[in-house]
């Protein structure tokens, strides 16, 4: 069974950072496409960042480009989001997704192409 799990949520100041980890059981992420995703009150779930599994190339959300950065550790099975430079509209709900197919481009982002998903971690940024 795909079981997903997020930590390293917190609250930070503008211009801080944090790390989000995403421990998976069940499979292995080395397999399968994996992706960050993030909804704040009152919006729409949008991809932040994601790896496929094929050719490992990134993709990210135009908003996030430069400051976040999404790496896997295959050996311990750990998705990653590195945070940095947070600013307040970063405020939201920060849930980890994975799916077996393979994406190419902005696909990786769109939520409805995951079928597994985690509980999600809360991030807050204050100005």
């Known amino acids: 069974q795909v079981q997903l799990v997020e930590s390293g949520g917190g609250s930070v100041q503008a211009g801080g950072s944090l790390r989000l980890s995403c421990g998976a059981s069940?499979?292995?992420?080395?397999?399968?496409?994996m992706g960050w995703f993030r909804q704040a009150p009152g919006k729409e779930r949008e991809g932040v960042a994601a790896?496929?599994?094929?050719?490992?190339?990134?993709a990210y959300a135009n908003s996030v480009k430069g400051r976040f950065t999404v790496s896997k550790d295959n050996t311990n099975n750990i998705l990653y989001l590195q945070l940095s430079n947070l600013r307040p509209e970063d405020t939201a709900m920060y849930y980890c997704?994975?799916?077996?197919?393979?994406?190419?481009?902005?696909?990786?982002?769109?939520?409805?192409?995951?079928?597994?998903w985690g509980q999600g971690t809360q991030v807050i940024v204050s100005s």
């Open positions: 790896l496929g599994f094929l050719d490992n190339v990134p």
């Open positions: 069940g499979f292995s992420v080395s397999s399968y496409s």
């Open positions: 997704a994975a799916d077996r197919g393979q994406y190419g481009g902005l696909a990786k982002l769109r939520a409805g192409n995951y079928r597994s």
